[in-house]
Structure formats: structure tokens, C-alpha cells
């Protein structure tokens, strides 16, 4: 029996792992690039709400090795696919910097990579994922979940070693395919805390096609209102105290994970 272990991590900790993934990368002489984003090559990286774990297995007999990294974000603000599927087609769509009252109820599994190919482990570990990251995320954002999206590449390659996925793993763990995405999105680079606002807009550029997955938490049926407070300015006192109380939590979470290891006989190192 394989025994898994999430750790609670940075998103600096993904890096080796999102550099062997296929998940977004800087492109060379990016018209958006400031001399403050990643080298051309790195992953572009994370932005909104985010909890991040490196994922540790010690299959039979073995070891403990850490194989890989999965990742909570924000959801993607604009997918139709998504609302019809939770609902939120019936509400009015809010407008970009607003804050929606139903969008913060649902975490998007921005980054899965796993390296170890053992039968089922995939889904073993998104569904201790689920679990573990709807506690992290209310204890950090003040926010209940009530459902879960994912986009997986049309056209993605596996690691060698790997059968090529079009999301099968979540359809193990019973998420439902909702169909495809248009193939366009929003570019955050170089647009810092103040994208999408009044006189910093993003930029729209094609991507490949994503195969769009959701799944609701139990016990919920239907949307929650999930009034998410902001604290990424930091130009108020609220914001700045909820941004102090935030990076607290986070430091508790790190530490609480360290424990773990120490506990399970896992070293780092």
C-alpha cells in the first residue's frame, strides 16, 4: 500500500517540478516583460489566491520520495463551460475587478505534476488533495469552497514513461468533463498587482485548447455566496492587518508541515 504525505510549501518549491511541466513558460522577448519577470524558459508563474504542497510517496517496501507538486489557485474569471456547470449563469456576471460573491467559492488545480508511475496513484493523491486543501484554503482565506475546476491541455505530452492524458485521472476521481475552452485568455505578464484595472489592462493572446473538468464539495449542490476579502494592496489598515494575518497562517501551515515530516520519518534533505 503506497502511504502520501502533502506537504504545505512556497510556490518557489514547485520550481523543479513546474520546469518539467507544461504548464505556461516565459517567452523570449515577451512584449509584456519588465526586468522584474522570470528569464525567458521559466515557468511564468502563480498570481491570486494559491496554496501550494510537494507531494511525498513511499510505495511498498521503499522509501519515501518526493515525486512531484500540486497547486490551489484562484478560479479563471471567465469560462461559461464552468458557470453553466456550477450555476453561475444564473447570477450576473460581475465585471473584471470586481469581486464576485459565487466565483471565490471554487479553487482551480492550477499545477499537477507527478513523476512517479505507479496504477491509481494519480488519483489517490488528487483526492487526498480535495480533502486537504478545502481546510488550508478556509483557514487561510476566510473562504468555504464549494467546488473545484481544472484545464487540462488538448494537446499535452507526458513525461516519458507516462500514457498520454487527456484528464483520465479526474474522471477516476469523479470530476466531470464540462467540454472545451475557446483558446484565448488573458496575459498577466508585466502587469503586476494592478492588472485588469482602470489604465493597466491585460492583454488577450490564443492558447492551445484546454479540456475543462469541475467537480462540487460535498455536501454543496449549488452555489455559495463567498465573500472573499482582498488584502494584495495593502493600501488600507484592514488590508494591511489581513495581509499580516494571512502571511501568519502561512508560516503556521509551513511549520505544520515540517512536523508532519518529522513525524512520518520523512527528511527533506
Not at 36 to 54: E, F, M, R
Not at 89 to 96: A, E, H, I, M
Not at 117 to 135: D, E, F, H
Request: proline share 5%.
Amino acid at each position: 500500500m503506497n502511504h502520501i504525505v502533502l506537504q504545505f510549501c512556497s510556490s518557489s518549491d514547485l520550481l523543479p517540478f513546474e520546469e518539467r511541466h507544461y504548464v505556461a513558460k516565459m517567452e523570449l522577448n515577451h512584449p509584456n516583460a519588465t526586468e522584474h519577470s522570470v528569464a525567458a524558459g521559466k515557468p511564468v508563474g502563480h498570481h491570486g489566491q494559491q496554496i501550494h504542497y510537494l507531494i511525498w510517496v513511499k510505495p511498498d517496501d521503499s522509501k519515501w520520495q518526493n515525486v512531484g507538486a500540486i497547486s490551489g489557485g484562484s478560479p479563471t474569471f471567465g469560462v461559461g463551460i464552468r458557470d453553466k456547470f456550477f450555476g453561475l449563469d444564473k447570477f450576473p456576471k460581475p465585471k473584471r475587478g470586481e469581486n464576485s460573491l459565487y466565483l471565490n467559492g471554487i479553487i482551480d488545480n492550477t499545477l499537477y505534476r507527478l513523476e512517479l508511475n505507479i496504477p491509481n496513484l494519480a488519483s489517490q493523491i488528487l483526492a487526498i488533495w480535495r480533502k486537504q486543501v478545502v481546510k488550508d484554503w478556509e483557514f487561510m482565506y476566510g473562504v468555504k469552497p464549494y467546488g473545484f475546476e481544472t484545464f487540462v491541455d488538448e494537446d499535452r505530452d507526458e513525461t516519458k514513461g507516462f500514457k498520454k492524458s487527456k484528464g483520465g485521472l479526474y474522471v477516476a476521481d469523479n470530476w466531470t468533463c464540462v467540454g472545451t475552452t475557446k483558446g484565448s485568455t488573458k496575459d498577466h505578464v508585466g502587469r503586476g498587482l494592478t492588472g485588469g484595472l482602470k489604465g493597466n489592462p491585460f492583454h488577450r493572446k490564443k492558447v492551445s485548447i484546454k479540456i475543462a473538468y469541475c467537480k462540487w464539495i460535498k455536501p454543496f449542490t449549488e452555489p455559495q455566496v463567498c465573500n472573499y476579502k482582498s488584502s494584495w494592496r495593502g493600501q488600507t489598515p484592514e488590508e494591511k492587518a489581513l495581509g499580516k494575518e494571512r502571511t501568519e497562517k502561512r508560516k503556521q501551515l509551513m511549520q505544520g508541515a515540517v512536523l508532519l515530516l518529522k513525524t512520518e520519518g520523512i527528511d527533506p534533505a
